[in-house]
Every structure is written in structure tokens, then in C-alpha cells.
């Protein structure tokens, strides 16, 4: 019998480079995605948000961002774009402007938000309609430059943002810091108000802005006179230095996990906490500093 050999040929650069590129979209890693650069070829996937099909039909980013996938959707959320917005979000955000029967919200959106003097809780839980003298006195429960927790509720035709702060949980921020992220990387929750083990309070804006902050001491719902002063009070509670350092400390911990690109939920801060404890607040934010913690509470997570 005769045996031919050949000589080995080189393989197609076209398909090594889409082997090479190729992202595995099953895995449940956060996956960073530049302009140009292939997703997957599978044909069974459908482009969204973000992407185009080239003449091969293969997935590729046309944005800087996270990718998502929803089934057989595959998208981009471009990590740098201003906050659009979904019914039923959580969002923290900042008074720009008290005008007649409506306050302008900064969302980290394309504009502002507006949150309606209608849409408010009155101290006590009170539920009336609100008149001429509620409205008079517009600024004794949000002023300019006041931090507020809301809830996406419809949009206006102009596209704006309608928020409202009915429910104990939103009201005025108070005794904190605020910490602003990318908003691609903060995961959407059950909750977005946690109460860390620290004793350190969270409420993680789907907008990118997270508050952290002491614990507000009261029931916003409560009738005790003191309670209904606290509700829209200006005033910061006392904050010791322990405290005061644990807040430092989980800012740090949320900038960290920001420079590494790492999606932001309750647990993954625990653990970035926790792995913070060895090093000074002041050094958290040296670069490798941050490799150690991020990578040691990566692990954590991936053990799980």
C-alpha cells in the first residue's frame, strides 16, 4: 500500500483569530469587551445593544463595556454611558434644583430626573394630597444639594426620569459618603439596601451612585415627634471614629473593585471588606494593594 505524506499546512488566519478572540459566554465571569473585538461565532446567538454581525456572521462589540446575555441575547453596556433608566430601579442621586411642585433629581443620567412634590412620603407616613402650603414649604424637605434614595417610577415624553421616595426605605440621605461608579458594574439585586456586617449602611444605585453611611437611627414611618423631625432632617448624627473609619474603609473597598472592572453587589464588598482589614484605609488604593484584595475576594466568590 502506498503512503503519501504531505506536508502540514498552515491553519486559516481568519478562523485561529476568531478561536483566539472568541469569548465564552456561557461562563459567569464578568466579561470586558473593546471596539472590534469578537464575542462569539456561534450562529445559534443573536446580537443586541451594542454589537454588529460581520459578513461571517460572527458577534462582535461596538463598544467599550460589559456583556450581557439574556438567553440567546447578546448585548454591550458601554461602561462609560449615562444611566438611562428602568421602572423599578434604585437610584440614588443629588438635588440640582427646587422648582413649582417638583424637584430636579442628578441621576447620572442625560438629564436630570424629577422626582414630583406628590411622589413624596410627608413625615409620619402622613398620606393626604398635598396643597399650597406643602408646596411653600418644598425646601424644608429637599433642598439643593441634598443626597435622596428613589425608585424609578415612569418616564415623561421628554424622556425624563419620574422618581418617587414613598416607602421607609427612600428618603433624605444622611451621616455618609458617596461613592460614584460605572454604573454597568453595579449588579441589579433583590435589594439595594444592605446593612454590612461592619456596621456600615449601603444603598447601591443601579445609576452608579453608592451611598455608604451610618445606620439612621429611628422608623421613618413613626409617629414620635422626634422620629418625624429625623425624617427630612439636615442634621448628621454623631459618628465616632470607629465608625467613621469603616465608612473610609468600604469606600476604598467600592473604588477598588471599580478600578478592576469587577461587578458590585452586597457580597462581593463583604469579602473586599474583609480582605481589606490587614492593610491601612490610606493604602487601600495602591495598585497593589488593590490586586491582593480584589483577587483574594474574586476567590471567595468563585468558592461559593
Known sequence: ?????LSPEAPSKSNSHKNQNAMDVDGGDVQLVMPGETITSDLQFMRGHGTYLDSESTVISSVAGVVERVNKLISVRALKARYTGEIGDIV???ITE???KRWKVNVNGRQDAILML????LPGGIQRRKNEEDELQMRKFFAEGDMVAAEVQAFFVDGAIGLHTRGHQFSKLRNGSLVVVPSALVQRCKSHFHLLPC???LVLGLNGYIWVSKPVIGNPESTDEADIERTYSNKNDIIDDAERESIARVCNCLRALARKFMHINDTIIIYTYEA???YPVKDLLKKDVVDSITSEASHKLTME
Do not use: F, N, Y
Open 276 to 278: 481589606s482589614l490587614k
Open 98 to 100: 427646587v422648582a413649582p
Open 199 to 201: 456596621g456600615v449602611h
Open 118 to 121: 406628590s411622589a413624596i412620603s
Open 92 to 94: 440614588v442621586g443629588r
Open 1 to 5: 500500500m502506498d503512503v503519501q505524506i
